[in-house]
C-alpha cells in the first residue's frame, strides 16, 4: 500500500510539472486560448482572459492590451478587418469583418497575440500583423461591383490605437485616456506608448 501511494504522489507530482512546463511559456499559454478558450466576437474578454492566466504564471510582465479604433469616416466608423477567424461551410476560415473596435495582446518586442486572427495560433511581428489583418484588400487590386474597399491610405490615416499595460488592467485602471497614434505611424512610434 506504501508502494501504491508512494508511485501516485510521484505520477501527481509527474503530471504537475509537465503541465507547468505547458504553460510556462508565452506561446503555448496563447496556442492553448487560442484553441480552448475563444470567444466569437468577444476580442477584449478574449485578451482579458490571456492577460490574466499569463498573471498566473508570471508571464504578463510586458504585455499590452492594445485596442484598435476607427476615428475617421472610412467603413462607416467600423474596424475593416480582412483576416478575422470565423466559421464558413462548417470549417474555420479567415474571412473579412467590420467590427466597432478591435483588441488584441502586444508584447514589449512587438510581437502580436490575437484571437482573432486566421485560422491557428499565430504570433506575427506588429507591422506584419498590420499588413496581414487590416491593409492588405484584395477587392481593392481588383475591384468587383458590389464589394466595398476602404482602401490602405483611408485605413492607415484613420484606425489608432490606444494601449494598456497588462498590470494597469489587472489592477483595473483602465480604461483611461491612453496616447493614440494612428497605424500610418511608424512601429518605432507606436512602441513609445508601450513604455
Not at 474597399?149 to 491612453?178: I, Q, W
Request: proline letters at 3%; glycine letters at 6%; one cysteine or more.
Amino acid at each position: 500500500m506504501k508502494l501504491f501511494i508512494l508511485s501516485l504522489v510521484a505520477f501527481l507530482f509527474c503530471v504537475t510539472t509537465v503541465r507547468g512546463a505547458e504553460t510556462r511559456d508565452i506561446k503555448t499559454l496563447f496556442a492553448d486560448h487560442y484553441t480552448n478558450h475563444y470567444e466569437h466576437n468577444r476580442a477584449g474578454d478574449n485578451v482579458g482572459r490571456f492577460v490574466k492566466a499569463a498573471k498566473k504564471y508570471d508571464l504578463s510582465d510586458g504585455l499590452y492590451l492594445v485596442y484598435v479604433r476607427n476615428i475617421g469616416i472610412s467603413v462607416f466608423g467600423f474596424v475593416n478587418v480582412e483576416k478575422a477567424r470565423t466559421e464558413r461551410f462548417g470549417k474555420l476560415a479567415a474571412d473579412e469583418a467590420n467590427w466597432n473596435y478591435h483588441a488584441f495582446a502586444m508584447d514589449e518586442e512587438g510581437n502580436v497575440y490575437d484571437f482573432s486572427y486566421s485560422t491557428e495560433p499565430k504570433i506575427l511581428p506588429f507591422s506584419e500583423y498590420v499588413e496581414d489583418m487590416f491593409l492588405i484588400e484584395t477587392e481593392c487590386a481588383n475591384p468587383v461591383a458590389g464589394e466595398f474597399c476602404a482602401g490602405r491610405e483611408e485605413k492607415l490615416k484613420s484606425y489608432s490605437l490606444e494601449t494598456l499595460s497588462a498590470a494597469d488592467y489587472l489592477e483595473k485602471k483602465g480604461p483611461k485616456k491612453l496616447p493614440t497614434v494612428t497605424l500610418g505611424k511608424s512601429l518605432e512610434d507606436y512602441t513609445v506608448l508601450t513604455k
